[in-house]
């Protein structure tokens, strides 16, 4: 197996799609997002996952259980499994993270070039257990 390594600081600014799957092993998942201007993930539970996200560029709001935390540049956020949670981009430039879910949330290697596709796709896009490698 070879895993991944890359500059993921460089891949996450230059990332421009709503969500891209990097990589997906049996317990762990890279996901890049994008958020533009306004625009949110959109409020969700994951009642069997833990939830890592970590901003490489912009400014937002990451919301847990109601609680608003501020976020920018380097900063991390862990949200708990059965955590209601969403991440809203209340910059004015796009805001761009990473997030690790433990186990994996999506199909490998999905992309979704925008949150319309995004929510379009969710009921397809279900991890079922099929890895990167």
């Known amino acids: 197996m070879k895993g991944y390594c890359d500059n993921i600081e460089e891949v996450t600014v230059a990332n421009e799609d709503f969500r891209r799957v990097l990589y997906t092993g049996k317990n762990l998942q890279l996901v890049l997002m994008t958020l533009k201007p306004g625009e949110e993930i959109g409020e969700e539970v994951h009642e069997d996952r833990d939830q890592f996200f970590r901003v490489e560029e912009g400014e937002g709001t990451v919301y847990i259980d109601g609680a608003p935390n501020k976020v920018r540049d380097d900063f991390a956020v862990i949200v708990p499994a059965g955590a209601r949670h969403n991440v809203v981009n209340d910059g004015s430039a796009p805001l761009r993270l990473y997030t690790l879910y433990g186990p994996p949330e999506h199909k490998d290697k999905v992309v979704h ?12 896009d279900e991890w079922t257990g099929e890895t990167t490698e």
Do not use: F, L, S, V
């Open 113 to 124: 070039k925008t949150k319309e596709q995004a929510d379009r796709d969710h009921e397809n």
